[in-house]
């Protein structure tokens, strides 16, 4: 059964970070490419940043990139979210995301982050 868990969210202010986690049981890691989404109340779910576990090699969305970083452990199953310099409209629910070979997708629950300003 693949299992995605985030966490790390939570209230933080202005010009603050964060750092998001997301441990992924049930799945061949190492052959994943994994990713962070967000979605904002009214608006579509967006892609935050990917990375090729077996590369390391990674891609950000336009309105993080030089702010946010993402990483993997791949000895722990788990990628990071490192945000730095949060601004409010970063506000949203993060969704980890693993696409793995033929196709197959699949969603964490998703973990608040609220950026106040």
């Known amino acids: 059964q693949v299992q995605l868990v985030e966490s790390g969210g939570g209230l933080v202010q202005a010009g603050g970070s964060l750092r998001l986690s997301c441990a992924a049981s049930?799945?061949?890691?190492?052959?994943?490419?994994m990713g962070w989404y967000r979605q904002a109340p009214g608006k579509q779910r967006e892609l935050v940043a990917t990375i090729t576990t077996g590369t390391s090699s990674t891609k950000y969305g336009d309105s993080v990139k030089g702010r946010f970083t993402i990483s993997s452990d791949n000895a722990k199953n788990t990628v990071y979210l490192q945000m730095n310099s949060l601004k409010p409209e970063d506000t949203a629910v993060y969704y980890c995301n693993a696409h793995l070979p033929f196709g197959r997708v699949y969603w964490g629950k998703g973990t608040l982050v609220t950026v106040s300003s």
């Open positions: 049930g799945i061949i890691f190492s052959i994943a490419i």
